[in-house]
């Protein structure tokens, strides 16, 4: 089993800046692609970013393509996503998800049904 925490959510000024983190634990998701999904209320998930096990193929949402970047430090068995720009559209519940998927380290999946593990999530509100 893996075990996923989110941190670094908080309120921040419409143009300002958060860093999310995932933490995992229970083993290693180093072999696993990992992806970054939101919920605002009242609207269905949606796909925000992920990134393969190597780190070698990341994909974007088109809403947040040139604003997020999603990286990964296997050692620490950790994911982040670097929100920069944040505007009040980009309010939502932040959760992260892995997904063991296929071997090939370019391997992504944007689709919600593919990963396993999820985290509880952490609350990103942007004020305008």
């Known amino acids: 089993q893996v075990q996923l925490v989110e941190s670094g959510g908080g309120l921040v000024q419409a143009g300002g800046s958060l860093r999310l983190s995932c933490a995992a634990s229970?083993?290693?998701?180093?072999?696993?692609?990992m992806g970054w999904f939101r919920q605002a209320p009242g609207k269905e998930r949606e796909f925000v970013a992920a990134?393969?096990?190597?780190?070698?193929?990341?994909r974007y949402a088109d809403s947040v393509t040139g604003r997020f970047t999603i990286s990964r430090d296997n050692a620490k068995n950790t994911v982040y996503l670097l929100m920069n720009s944040l505007n009040p559209e980009d309010s939502a519940v932040y959760s992260c998800?892995?997904?063991?998927?296929?071997?090939?380290?370019?391997?992504?999946?944007?689709?919600?049904?593919?990963?396993?593990?999820w985290g509880q999530g952490t609350q990103v509100t942007v004020s305008s």
């Open positions: 998800a892995a997904d063991p998927g296929p071997a090939s380290s370019f391997y992504v999946s944007l689709e919600p049904r593919r990963y396993d593990y």
């Open positions: 229970g083993r290693t998701i180093s072999r696993y692609a």
């Open positions: 990134t393969s096990w190597s780190g070698a193929n990341t």
